[in-house]
């Protein structure tokens, strides 16, 4: 079984009620809790009621698959051979055989079957048949309904030993299992397929089993030993039950623990001994609204880590959107932005170059206003707003002075010595700058 | 050897199979769409910035409608000052011709001329250059350069060489002086390169 599912077993042993509580989750085995009414079966039916309300109250006992393990003797067991092919129709042959094998009439029973599924090389297979008169079980299932333990099964005790051991070991040992109450011993030997169970004082019953088993002595066999006779200390020679949280001790309760694997578990022992009709299921509809909400839960839980970002995908989308929606116009806008560059670096230049002018005329009257009558000019030359003039004055230096204190020219300087001639002036080159040019 | 799967073993392939299935579309598909969806905070804060800004850039385009007929207006108004580029040999005529109505009108007999094709200058003029070379008086000379500045279409006297065609010391001792001057002129046309229209 893959998901979790629990299971309650109930054996009724001795005058004590026996109850055990496992769980399947995912392929593995566990025991809850272990439970006992004494004294059960001294009490009257309300005391019984009221008894087993409480226990399921107070320990949140789980009522959605409860199995009840009847005294052996309470029902008969019988084993039957059969060809491997009929296990198809086994539903089928196996009716008439109840009708041969049952000593009450077949419509005041109730009974079932278990079977090992045939492999391919054998040719027979066991078929284990429970049968049980319906006078007997019809009371417990109307009790416990009535408790509020709806039984969904009922078994007998050995066939519910058979089906433990199977379910645990599933070896081919033999296990031998003695229940020792204190009026009296039940013995089941398990071997393979094979069950034989006898009731009685201990010894004769072990004689018997192993005599049905055709062994010569418990030596080789598994041997689990439990009820009320049996000590503690006892109880922990037992091989320890291959369950979960199980400790030695649970030995003790190993009926209801193997009643409680009915539910759970496969094995040639498992019969139910109720109709399908009357078993108590819990409808798998209802855990319909549970998946739902852990569904719900779970898209919930996603949607929260989910928000913040989806939201910033549509956010960014929108966004995305607007932005193509005003995107021509704003490379229009881009348009106009870079003709406006260009035009008004073009406009710059187009101002820049008109304002670029000479100055010559200025130059040359500011020249004729500035220098002495004395002085005479041999040249003039403009180039890229620097002035050269070369001539002769009386004072080169009184010509650089008068030039330099012109509003005209900045930076008058000789680009050559000064050389005086025979004629007593001075010969001069001067090299100035137009102020207004800078 | 027989290969025998039990339930047990079919549990675990069922297991091993949900999980490869889990795995995949975890790591294939929710991961992968998990990060792009972590990455849309950074995604819409760029584009809010993006948004930001072409909403300021849509404020402006009024007004950059206004500017832009201002400046074109500044520039075909400041384009007019020069000769028209779009020729560059109807350009030279021009520049010629300038320069020959100025001497003209001053009595000027330009002895020597010469003009350059058009060049590139920059990114927005081409020049062409004319070199000349006169005698003239100052009065000739003065009015010459005056014209020249003055002239409808914009030049400029780039470079110039003056020099007396004859080199006095000292003032005559009768009369006045005639002064005649040999002047050679560099004489520069800029000419606005012609926008070439987009597209």
Redesign the interface.
Known sequence: MVFPANSTGIELCGSDLRFAITRSAFGKLQLIALHEIAGFTTMNDLERKKAVQALVKNNRIPVSRVFLALPREHGIVRQIDLPAELAEKLADIVKPQVEMLSPWPVDEVYWDFGFDPPKKNRKLMTVTIAIVPRAFLDPWIAFFKDAGLPLSGATLSSLAYGHGVSSFWNQSTPTLILDREEDYTEGVLISGNRIAAAKGPAEAVVRQLLSAGKLSSPEGCRCIFFGRTVDASDLDENPRIPLENAKPQSTAAFGSIATSLVALKESPFRANLIPRDMRYRESRLQLVPTYVLVFLAICMGLALVAREPYQNAVYASRLDSEIRKISPQVTEVAGQESELNQLSTRSRALTQQLQNREYNLEALRELARVLPATAFLSSYSYQDGAITVSGFAQSASEIQNLLESSSLFKNVEFTSSVIRDAGGKDRFTLKMLIEASQ | MKLQIRN?DR?AL?FLGIAAILYGVISLALLPA?DS??E??S??RD??Q??SK??R??V??GH??Q??QQ??N??AA??A??IRGDNPTLAAVEVQTIVETAAQKNGIDLTQRNISTARRK????TEIIMTLTFEAT?NQ??SF??EI?NAPE?V?????????AE?????PKKGDAKKMLRANLTIAA?L?VP?RNRG
């Open positions: 047990r549990r069922l998990f969806l972590g849309a905070a995604n819409a584009k809010e993006q948004l072409y909403r850039a849509l402006r385009k950059y409608a500017l832009l400046v074109r500044n520039v400041a384009e000052r020069f920059d990114d927005f003029f100052s000379l003065s350069l005056a500045r914009f400029v006297v780039r470079n110039a060489q003056i020099a007396p080199v006095m010391q000292e003032a800029a606005p926008v």
